[in-house]
């Protein structure tokens, strides 16, 4: 069974980091292309940003309103994807959940965490 | 940057009956990129449908989709109560912006 765990959630003051993180499990971690999608309370989805695959090169790409603020990474060794997030915002408040990117599948998303909620405020 | 609007933002229905949620692009794009998912309250959000008409593993066949160009739509056939919830469309495009969700269509019990 494909499950994604998300942690690291909170409340952090605008200026300050996180570092979220997604356990992985069911699945071959290694290959999959991975997705930070963000929600704001009572909103509607934003893509945040992706990492490919290393074999397929290990790239990231990120939603304007973040790039340069938030780093996606991954560890292969224990499974786990990151999302540091520094310089955080009060218009980053939003539940963070990490997705399975199916290529094949012409990129949806196949597999959802449960999120984890993010609240910046002084 | 494709620009994915939905409509009706609010559909009221009974169960039994057919709903259609209409999802439309700002500029055309391959129908291969295309997917809808269902949220409900306190949920993350589940993939349907992809590649604008195949349904995801374990979607039931009262789901379908349909459209190529600017104009997709999502089809349940027969409501059932369990869904009553927000849906979602969603576009893979180029960087910067790969992906683009539409801004939702609620589905309410009328």
């Known amino acids: 069974e494909v499950q994604l765990v998300e942690s690291g959630g909170g409340l952090v003051k605008p200026g300050g980091s996180l570092r979220l993180s997604c356990a992985a499990s069911g699945f071959t971690f290694t290959n999959a292309w991975m997705n930070w999608v963000r929600q704001a309370p009572g909103k509607g989805l934003e893509w945040v940003g992706r990492?490919?695959?290393?074999?397929?090169?290990?790239?990231?790409d990120y939603a304007a309103p973040v790039k340069g603020r938030f780093t996606v990474s991954r560890d292969d060794s224990t499974n786990t994807l990151y999302l540091q997030m520094n310089s955080l915002k009060t218009e980053d408040t939003a539940v963070y959940y990490c997705t399975t990117d199916r290529p094949a599948w012409g990129y949806a998303g196949d597999y959802w965490g449960q999120g984890t909620l993010v609240t910046v405020s002084s | 940057e494709i620009v994915l609007t939905q409509s009706p933002g609010t559909l009221s229905l009974s169960p039994g009956e057919r709903a259609t949620l209409s999802c439309r692009a700002s500029?055309?794009?391959?129908?291969?990129?295309l997917a809808w998912y269902q949220q409900k309250p306190g949920q993350a959000p589940r993939l349907l449908i992809y590649?604008?008409?195949s349904r995801a593993s374990g979607i039931p066949d009262r789901f379908s989709g349909s459209g190529s160009g600017t104009d997709f739509t999502l089809t349940i056939s027969r409501l059932e109560p369990e869904d009553f919830a927000v849906y979602y469309c969603q576009q893979y495009g180029s960087s910067p912006r790969l992906y683009t969700f539409g801004q939702g269509t609620k589905l309410e019990i009328k």
């Open positions: 500029q055309s794009f391959s129908s291969s990129y």
């Open positions: 590649g604008a008409s």
């Open positions: 990492i490919i695959s290393k074999t397929d090169g290990g790239t990231t």
